[in-house]
């Protein structure tokens, strides 16, 4: 049982580049989320999904795609990096809207 | 004024002695309340639920006021391992959008 994976668990982009950071649970939990956490800040949300073929924006939406072909899979895409985009990323899910939320390792990217 | 609003700290304190710390909320409908901690580098894991009568596991007490809208989080005979960050999360209805976490309250443990 390996809980929240992510991949990867560093990147350094240049500017206008893209790539996807993949999350994976193994604890059929419906709920899946993306954070973007920042000095002083704390978490935000980026998106989430409430279950297989949903997705939903969260308070930092903009810049980001996501998408939840399977249960276990929720996928975040940045189309064209900015240096804005430097942050640490986190997965993170639960079984209901109101329950413990389960987080990955993290992603850190760095956009240059 | 933030949703949720935390002390950064960070919190010096000896070993063995008691230290305490709030987190104040904005949204009166907030629904569920909870303690995460997240070590350096490293990603949040949940300490504790904090419900409305208040709920102690171990040497840690969570509180809950309503009233005055804050969420409390008290540890006892602090060990060196509780240092970490300490975030506070507030939850409105079951929307997954209106989950809104704090941005941490940093407590050091010194020998």
């Known amino acids: 049982n390996a809980g929240v994976t992510q991949t990867p668990k560093f990147r350094v982009l240049k500017t206008g580049q893209s790539m996807t950071l993949l999350c994976a649970q193994d604890?059929?939990?419906?709920?899946m989320y993306w954070y973007r956490q920042d000095p002083g800040m704390g978490l935000r949300l980026i998106h989430y999904?409430?279950?297989?073929?949903?997705?939903a924006k969260g308070e930092v939406p903009d810049g980001y795609n996501v998408s939840r072909l399977k249960k276990q899979n929720f996928l975040l895409g940045l189309e064209s990096a900015a240096p804005s985009q430097t942050s640490v990323y986190f997965c993170?899910?639960?079984?209901?809207?109101?329950?413990?939320?389960?987080f990955g390792p993290g992603t850190r990217l760095t956009v240059t | 004024r933030k949703e949720v609003e935390q002390d950064p700290g960070p919190f010096n304190v000896p070993e063995g002695a008691t230290v305490a710390f709030n987190c104040t909320y904005s949204?009166?409908?907030?629904?569920?309340f909870f303690w995460y901690r997240q070590d350096c580098r490293k990603e949040p894991k949940l300490l504790m639920s904090?419900?409305?009568s208040g709920n102690e596991d171990g040497r840690f007490t969570a509180q809950l006021n309503r009233a005055s809208q804050y969420i409390s989080l008290l540890i006892r005979d602090s060990k060196l391992s509780d240092s970490a960050t300490y975030l506070c999360?507030?939850?409105?209805?079951?929307?997954?959008?209106?989950?809104?976490f704090g941005s941490g309250t940093r407590l050091s443990i010194r020998p």
């Open positions: 999904s409430v279950g297989e073929g949903t997705t």
């Open positions: 993170a899910s639960s079984y209901t809207g109101l329950d413990e939320q389960y």
């Open positions: 949204n009166s409908a907030s629904q569920s």
């Open positions: 904090v419900y409305s």
């Open positions: 999360v507030v939850r409105g209805y079951s929307s997954a959008s209106k989950i809104i």
């Open positions: 604890m059929n939990h419906e709920y």
